[in-house]
């Protein structure tokens, strides 16, 4: 850990007893300086370069920055770390001015080395780190690495090409080709600045990949010493019971309301609210359906909404027989009763999806090709495929977790395990912890039929239909040109029109070949104690909790 001043020792010692007299509550009354909030689960690390779920982005965004970020509430890009920004005419080279006099919290300069120091280290990833369920965003936002590792698993060639730091406040990042998705993916917690003299100190690159093929940092620098200029910074982090996070009293901007600021897992969804009406915690996310209209009704209790930016998939990987016949994804798709799921766990706040990329996002296409619920046609696909019938699947789906898209997945499990068993399938059930076997083994390609899906960071269409299908990615196991270059193409694209057709005619093929089956979109909700003021919703499950007070 490293050294504090003085000033923070006492603000700690302060944090403390504002933490006991938060556990301790029994009425609604919470210390005005420290927030409870209720996570599903644990992060999986503290380094955004390695993480690819909401949990670990959650906390993240509290203690570092990007160049650039949202406006709370919205897709729209704004500065940060960056104050301005530029493109060449040939969209190819993006220079950077940045803000001047921000350090991290262990007193380095952010500055244009810094910046650089962190894109290539990036792009200079080996061996484990390669791995994509190491860095799943680099991969999917710019492609591979500088060396190309064939047995990694990650793609050849990067749009990342160079980073050029000229004095200490200017940073010029070329890329291989240009992209109009480029600058709103920057705004990820993945591409956020860390300090450099705190990954080197502290092992950031080091880790490994286990037996199941998933990775796992061995340094200490994604467990309990991440450094970022954000307004809050690590205290301590003590899995399954609580993540702890303090002021940063040298923050740049605006300092931080709360002087503390803690995170509980609490994976079961009664749990959650139980302790929300107690009092032990202010606030979570992920709220289940069925729970709206007991908190609307509590006088304590308030209900924030999300625009729905999501979409809850069941996946098939192709490497996995049957599952590269096309008939049999087919018969998968309409042996799946998405009606009466998003009807009956859902509360009214999720419609049934019929392709990967959700309504609101330019590029939606009214023409794809549907699958309604149809036992009769599954099992007649199944035959035409050559196949006896019941044909054995093996289905996965998370534990200890509740995501946006599926806030109770074996409920989700159940019902569409009853419905394909009637369309002439015999499903195996797999059951893993979210964090790390199963998110870990779905994308190291572990499993052939599986529960999934995303909620969206930025507001462009790359960001569903690119991230799942621009490049090869094991957890879908297929080789599809035709796919991976029509998303290529609309990535690249500057003009808009162009991108809207692009992406249209993206999705029309993408519900052809059947690689997933997209099932609901949500609009999910966030429940607090009534005295708990300047959340912001984000369409993108950012949690930006600085602005936030109680009282």
Not at 105 to 131: I, K, L, P
Not at 183 to 205: E, R, V
Not at 217 to 229: E, F, L, S
Not at 429 to 457: M, S
Request: proline residues 7%; positive net charge; charged residues 15%.
């Amino acid at each position: 850990m490293r050294k504090l001043s003085k000033v923070f020792v006492a603000l700690g010692l302060l944090a403390l007893v504002a933490a006991a007299v938060a556990y301790g509550a029994s009425s609604h009354k919470s210390a005005s300086d420290t927030l409870v909030f209720a996570s599903s689960a644990d992060p999986v690390a503290l380094d955004g370069a390695l993480i690819s779920d909401g949990e670990s982005g959650r906390v993240i965004i509290q203690i570092y920055e990007g160049l650039v970020a949202l406006k709370p509430g919205t897709t729209i890009v704004v500065p940060s770390l960056a104050t301005k920004w530029k493109a060449s005419p040939d969209g190819k080279k993006w220079t950077f001015t940045l803000r001047s006099g921000v350090k991290f919290s262990d007193g380095t300069a952010m500055d244009a080395a810094a910046v650089c120091y962190n894109f290539n280290r990036w792009y200079n990833f080996t061996g484990s780190f390669q791995n994509p369920s190491a860095t799943y965003y680099w991969q999917t936002v710019f492609g591979g690495f500088k060396t190309y590792d064939p047995k990694s698993g990650a793609p050849k060639g990067s749009l990342f090409s160079s980073c050029t730091a000229t004095g200490s406040s200017t940073v010029t990042i070329a890329l291989t080709a240009p992209s109009a998705a480029f600058l709103g993916a920057l705004s990820l917690p993945s591409f956020f600045i860390g300090s450099p003299t705190a990954m080197q100190k502290y092992g950031a690159d080091q880790g490994s990949v286990d037996s199941d093929g998933v990775f796992h940092p061995t340094g200490t620098y994604a467990t309990a010493h991440p450094t970022g200029t954000g307004p809050f910074m690590l205290q301590s982090w003590t899995r399954g019971d609580k993540l702890v996070l303090v002021r940063n009293p040298d923050y740049w901007g605006k300092k931080a309301i709360l002087s503390q600021l803690i995170f509980r897992p609490i994976a079961d969804n009664a749990a959650r609210l139980q302790a929300l009406q107690n009092g032990e915690i202010q606030g979570y996310d992920l709220v289940e359906p069925q729970d709206v209209a007991t908190i609307k009704g509590d006088s304590n209790l308030q209900l924030l909404s999300r625009p729905p930016f999501n979409v809850g998939i069941v996946g098939m990987n192709q490497s996995m027989p049957p599952m590269n016949n096309l008939k049999v994804r087919q018969a998968v798709a309409y042996g799946l009763d998405r009606a009466t799921v998003v009807k009956a766990f859902y509360g009214g706040r999720g419609q049934v999806a019929k392709e990967f990329q959700p309504p609101s996002l330019f590029g939606y296409s009214n023409t794809v090709k549907q699958y309604p619920y149809n036992p009769a046609k599954a099992k007649a696909l199944l035959k035409a495929a050559g196949l006896k019938l019941p044909v054995t699947i093996n289905f996965w789906y998370p534990t200890s977790v509740s995501r946006p898209y599926m806030p109770d997945p074996v409920k989700n499990f159940q019902a569409f395990s009853a419905s394909l068993t009637k369309s002439g399938f015999k499903v195996v059930p797999h059951a893993a912890p979210w964090n790390p076997d199963y998110l870990g083994g779905v994308q190291a390609g572990k499993a052939q039929v599986f529960l999934y899906g995303w909620t969206g960071d930025y507001g462009d269409p790359d960001d569903f239909d690119g991230v799942f299908f621009r490049t090869p990615q094991k957890q879908w196991g297929f080789n599809n040109p035709a796919i991976f270059n029509i998303l290529t193409k609309a990535r690249d694209e500057t003009s808009i029109a162009k991108r809207v057709a692009l992406y249209k005619q993206a999705n029309n093929m993408i519900m052809d070949f059947l690689p997933g089956v997209p099932y609901v979109h949500t609009s999910p909700a966030l429940a607090f104690d009534k005295n708990v003021k300047g959340y912001v919703p984000s369409p993108v499950d950012i949690q930006l909790f600085s602005g936030v007070s109680i009282g």
